[in-house]
């Protein structure tokens, strides 16, 4: 599809990630070769995306999710869809995707994610919702915890709502 491919990530790619997301701090590419260490203990799918010859994106799928309101519920999660600005609206998110989706439904009939709520992230809340995501029925989460009624929280990345999807 218009020149996208998309190949499991290796170490030998973090630079070019890094560069490519414009984060070449060691916090990130530490963060990077963790998900691949996962990879390598078979836990996760690190799924990179190429557009022509760019990198363009990425997702993390877990194979048994660990956070969040699914966790060690034997549910896969999918974590950090991530496609990079200029390569946005081209399909790639949808690509990706797909492919977690697909590599999801070997493990289980249904598929985790969070998504944050601040208004950085509403692109992908609309995406989510048109792809089938729904709710969890919990609430909202702050620091991966339930959020009582009247508690207090900040409107960050750590604000999220869980989201699952019956696959077919």
Not at 5 to 16: F, G, K, L, S, V
Not at 130 to 136: N, T
Request: hydrophobic share 35%; aromatic share 12%; proline share 2%.
């Amino acid at each position: 599809m218009n020149g996208i491919e998309i190949r499991q990530m290796t170490y030998a790619d973090i630079p070019a990630i890094c560069k490519a997301d414009n984060d070449e701090t060691e916090v990130f590419a530490d963060y990077l070769r963790r998900q691949l260490d996962a990879q390598e203990k078979n836990e996760c799918s690190a799924l990179l995306a190429l557009y022509g010859d760019q990198f363009a994106g990425y997702v993390f799928l877990y194979y048994q999710c660990k956070w969040g309101s699914m966790k060690n519920q034997g549910l896969p999660g999918i974590c950090d869809l991530v496609v990079f600005e200029k390569y946005r609206r081209k399909g790639i998110a949808t690509r990706l995707m797909d492919l977690a989706e697909e590599q999801a439904r070997q493990v289980n009939g249904r598929v985790y994610l969070d998504v944050c709520l601040n208004a950085d992230y509403g692109p992908a809340q609309r995406f989510y919702a048109l792809r089938g995501y729904v709710p969890d029925g919990k609430g909202l989460y702050y620091m991966e915890h339930v959020l009582a009624n009247n508690e207090a929280c900040k409107n960050d990345d750590e604000l999220t709502l869980c989201l699952v999807k019956e696959l077919k």
